[in-house]
């Protein structure tokens, strides 16, 4: 089986040369430095680094030459399990380190395999890998992932470049970086405008979030663009994911201090939030049990958290009309919050926000409707608008 997997290595890679080392995953010498440095946090040596290198050098040459697709994940698992706690230590930042290096020759190693299945599964193995290390370290892998058609190398892509643990490190006095949080934000950026699936938009969002900077909060606000974009076609997927994005433009209302930044995430917050209460009004005959379920979760929990925050009040009148099963009540309840034609909506009066012009050039005091869904397949009856 060795000799099979060598060759199999040096017929992938084009390489002449002698291997003699034996492909086995031995974590003896590795886990006793772990447990005794990880923990203590002390000084490493020289020869505790070069078994940290040997370990994770000649794992990931194992996973490149394994062909099994669980044995694979095997080798995947026993690779993390090394990497010790998120908390930062010597024996971490060697690990990071070696796994850095290692991770960026493996992955064009695994460009090269002719087996387009088992190259697009390597490539996921190793992001995982790497956005397990959560660090900034990372990034450059992330980032060369990120345009990837396959929508789970998409995400772990995200996740590489974009988690929390991320965005605490970018926004430390010790370890900021500026200059890496504008790329990663950037990067992110195009990713979004190429096209992301709802669970890596997800990550973006708590991302962005967390950054809170200019090129971020924009970030946010194109965000909650498509996504108005998406209920306006009947094409949403994923609803509880506007929690987060509501609750993002939420936060930039009460952080910033710009007029017209303020005014335009006062807009697509109150735009965005109409909405979803009017996919739950017109939805009736379209949306499956577990999307009105998703929706009414939206809807509840915006309302008592980020809507309460900006009215400075507690908010439940729009779950009880969700309650009570009446649509007319709950659209009732959306003018009362969020405006109707000649009236302000609580929300707007207390922001002081409007939604700009009407068509005859009066100013809007109610967000944009949403027009009913398109029949179900087989029938020719459309929605009922909201009364």
């Given at each position: 089986?060795?000799?099979?997997?060598?060759?199999?290595?040096?017929?992938?890679?084009?390489?002449?040369?002698?291997?003699?080392?034996?492909?086995?995953?031995?974590?003896?010498?590795?886990?006793?430095?772990?447990?005794?440095?990880?923990?203590?946090?002390?000084?490493?040596?020289?020869?505790?680094?070069?078994?940290?290198?040997?370990?994770?050098?000649s794992?990931?040459q194992?996973?490149?030459?394994?062909?099994?697709?669980?044995?694979?994940?095997?080798?995947?698992?026993?690779?993390?399990?090394?990497?010790?706690?998120?908390?930062?230590?010597?024996y971490?930042?060697?690990?990071?380190?070696?796994?850095?290096?290692?991770?960026?020759?493996?992955?064009?190693?695994?460009?090269?395999l002719?087996?387009?299945?088992?190259?697009?599964?390597?490539?996921?193995?190793l992001?995982?890998?790497?956005?397990?290390?959560?660090?900034?370290?990372?990034?450059?892998?992330?980032?060369?992932?990120?345009?990837?058609?396959?929508?789970?190398?998409?995400?772990?892509?995200?996740?590489?470049?974009?988690?929390?643990?991320?965005?605490?490190?970018?926004?430390?006095?010790?370890?900021?970086?500026?200059?890496?949080?504008?790329?990663?934000?950037?990067?992110?950026?195009?990713?979004?405008?190429?096209?992301?699936?709802?669970?890596?938009?997800?990550?973006?969002?708590?991302?962005?979030?967390?950054?809170?900077t200019?090129?971020?909060?924009?970030?946010?606000?194109?965000?909650?663009?498509?996504?108005?974009?998406?209920?306006?076609?009947?094409?949403?997927?994923?609803?509880?994911?506007?929690?987060?994005?509501l609750?993002a433009?939420?936060?930039?209302?009460?952080?910033?201090?710009?007029?017209?930044?303020?005014?335009?995430?006062c807009?697509?917050?109150?735009?965005?939030?109409?909405?979803?209460?009017e996919?739950?009004?017109?939805?009736?005959?379209?949306?499956s049990?577990?999307?009105?379920?998703?929706?009414?979760?939206?809807?509840?929990?915006?309302?008592?958290?980020?809507?309460?925050?900006?009215?400075?009040?507690?908010q439940?009148?729009?779950?009880?009309?969700?309650?009570?099963?009446?649509?007319?009540?709950?659209?009732?309840?959306?003018?009362?919050?969020?405006?109707?034609?000649?009236?302000?909506?609580?929300?707007?009066?207390?922001?002081?926000?409007?939604?700009?012009?009407?068509?005859?050039?009066?100013?809007?005091?109610?967000?944009?409707?949403?027009?009913?869904?398109?029949?179900?397949?087989?029938?020719?009856?459309?929605?009922?608008?909201?009364?």
């Amino acid at each position: 089986m060795i000799c099979k997997r060598i060759c199999l290595f040096f017929a992938v890679l084009g390489v002449s040369a002698t291997y003699s080392s034996v492909f086995a995953l031995n974590s003896t010498e590795i886990e006793a430095i772990r447990t005794v440095k990880y923990k203590s946090k002390a000084k490493l040596s020289t020869g505790d680094k070069g078994v940290i290198e040997t370990f994770v050098r000649s794992g990931l040459q194992e996973l490149l030459l394994e062909e099994d697709p669980w044995e694979a994940v095997v080798i995947r698992v026993e690779i993390v399990a090394q990497r010790g706690g998120s908390e930062l230590s010597p024996y971490s930042a060697a690990f990071i380190e070696a796994a850095a290096k290692n991770l960026k020759a493996t992955i064009e190693d695994a460009g090269r395999l002719q087996d387009a299945d088992r190259r697009q599964r390597l490539l996921l193995n190793l992001l995982i890998i790497a956005a397990d290390r959560e660090s900034t370290e990372m990034a450059d892998i992330g980032f060369d992932m990120l345009s990837s058609p396959n929508a789970a190398i998409q995400y772990w892509a995200v996740k590489t470049v974009a988690s929390p643990a991320i965005a605490s490190q970018l926004k430390s006095p010790i370890t900021g970086d500026e200059d890496l949080a504008r790329r990663i934000i950037g990067e992110l950026d195009k990713a979004v405008g190429r096209g992301l699936a709802p669970e890596g938009m997800r990550l973006v969002v708590e991302f962005a979030d967390a950054i809170d900077t200019p090129e971020a909060r924009a970030l946010v606000l194109k965000i909650a663009d498509l996504r108005m974009g998406l209920y306006e076609k009947w094409t949403v997927k994923y609803e509880l994911m506007d929690i987060m994005v509501l609750s993002a433009l939420g936060r930039q209302i009460m952080s910033e201090t710009d007029a017209p930044k303020r005014l335009t995430a006062c807009r697509k917050f109150g735009q965005l939030y109409s909405y979803v209460i009017e996919r739950f009004i017109l939805g009736g005959q379209v949306l499956s049990p577990g999307q009105k379920q998703q929706v009414a979760s939206v809807i509840a929990e915006v309302e008592n958290t980020i809507a309460g925050k900006l009215l400075a009040q507690s908010q439940v009148r729009l779950k009880k009309a969700i309650e009570s099963g009446k649509v007319s009540t709950l659209e009732s309840a959306r003018k009362l919050l969020l405006g109707s034609p000649g009236q302000a909506g609580s929300l707007p009066a207390k922001l002081r926000f409007d939604y700009g012009k009407t068509a005859a050039g009066t100013t809007a005091t109610a967000p944009k409707r949403l027009k009913p869904p398109p029949p179900p397949p087989g029938t020719s009856e459309q929605g009922s608008p909201a009364p």
